[in-house]
């Protein structure tokens, strides 16, 4: 049984079929599991756990109290027929959970040479961070919730399960994205987007209140929302109305700036209404 009281733990117990490479480094206080690989150019930061048959690969950066489930496999090549074997990094914040058979990858020379992947994230069964994303904090990814390269996700944001995120699009902090969506644009910060079709299903309320925002962010989201998306305004007219009235809002700033500075264009519009057809 591998000991998950991280905090406490201060000795380093490693696993007689564990395979660590002599070119890796492990942290205080790391405990590693039956068949556990760690490769070379690996960095385990303190109280890290690796449970049975993970694989961890360099150049590797993990930071501290990170739980690797089984079969998961963190820091492999870059999944792009562009990459050569140059060096490149992926560097791990820390209090992540991957769990079982979840992946991440290194950058790619041309991309910037790094993938990141912020603190305090879950990533459920066989999710997939692609090479050079970038992932913020306190982020979610339910099972098998993927992202091609080039991706960022930033804080807080929920990928829902068998959700897809096409490359170089980015996904707006407090976003939710939902299960099975098809993400070819930027998602809306603080918004429910779903859908293979994907549109706009409000403001993530629920969320938002569970992370702390006050009514009157809430109030002024919420009607920067039905501006840009309900309001049937051109876009341009749209954020300038939103720009007048709200402008002043940190919240909304945010939410004007991640629409502003969009290079793929924004997921904003409503669910399409069901036609009913005669007998």
Known sequence: MVDIDTRSRKETQIHPTAVVDPEAELGVGVV?????????????????????????????????????????????????????????????????????????????????????????????????????????????????????????????????????????????????????????RDVLPFVKTVGIKPACYGLNKIGLQRKGFGEDELQGLERAYRLLVRSGLRRRDALEQIEDELGAQPRVRFLLDFVTSSQRGVVAETPRKKSGRGA
Request: proline residues 3%; charged residues 15%; contains cysteine.
């Open 32 to 184: 590693l599991g039956p068949h556990a690989v760690i490769g070379p150019r690996v960095e385990v930061g303190d109280r890290c756990v690796v449970d049975a048959g993970a694989y961890l690969r360099g150049p590797l950066r993990l930071g501290e109290e990170n739980r690797i489930y089984s079969g998961a496999c963190i820091g492999f090549d870059p999944q792009d027929l562009k990459f050569g074997g140059e060096e490149t990094w992926l560097e791990v914040g820390s209090n992540n959970h991957f769990r079982e058979h979840a992946t991440a990858q290194r950058g790619t020379g041309k991309g910037g040479g790094v993938t990141r992947i912020g603190s305090h994230g879950l990533f459920m069964v066989g999710a997939h961070v692609a090479h050079d994303c970038l992932v913020g904090d306190h982020v979610i990814f339910a099972n098998q919730g993927t992202l091609a390269g080039h991706v960022e996700v930033q804080d807080h944001a929920t990928v829902g399960a068998f959700a897809s995120v096409h490359q170089f699009c980015r996904v707006g902090a407090y976003a939710y994205i939902g299960g099975y969506s098809v993400i070819t």
